[in-house]
């Protein structure tokens, strides 16, 4: 069984900043593309990075220019760097990993959520 955490959220003002983290309990030769996804209360769930094993990278619209997705492949860890928040941009973030087994079969792993709160 493979594993996602995700930790870093919390409380910040608009303007600052927040890194969260992602680690992937699964061997790094499995793990595939990584990626956030955040969730706001009435909301559907939304892209906002994702980043292959080789680092080719994607954002939502909404963040481009603002986060930045980077991954350590060694740990099988990936960051989310956001700057400029958003009192819009609160949301429970949450860790997805594609895992691909030996035999060819493709799983998606989600973690549990982080809570990313931006006061104004």
């Known amino acids: 069984q493979v594993h996602v955490v995700e930790s870093g959220g919390g409380l910040a003002q608009a303007g600052g900043s927040l890194r969260l983290s992602c680690a992937c309990s699964?061997?790094?030769?499995?793990?595939?593309?990584m990626g956030w996804y955040r969730q706001a209360p009435g909301n559907q769930r939304e892209l906002v990075a994702t980043?292959?094993?080789?680092?080719?990278?994607n954002y939502g619209d909404s963040v481009k220019g603002r986060f930045t997705i980077s991954r350590d492949n060694a740990k099988n860890t990936v960051y989310l760097q956001m700057n400029s928040l958003k009192p819009e941009d609160t949301a429970v973030y949450l860790c997805?990993?594609?895992?691909?087994?030996?035999?060819?079969?493709?799983?998606?792993?989600w973690g549990q959520g982080t809570q990313v709160t931006v006061s104004s």
């Open positions: 699964g061997s790094i030769f499995g793990t595939r593309r």
């Open positions: 980043i292959t094993s080789g680092g080719t990278t």
């Open positions: 997805k990993a594609d895992y691909v087994y030996s035999d060819a079969t493709l799983y998606e792993y």
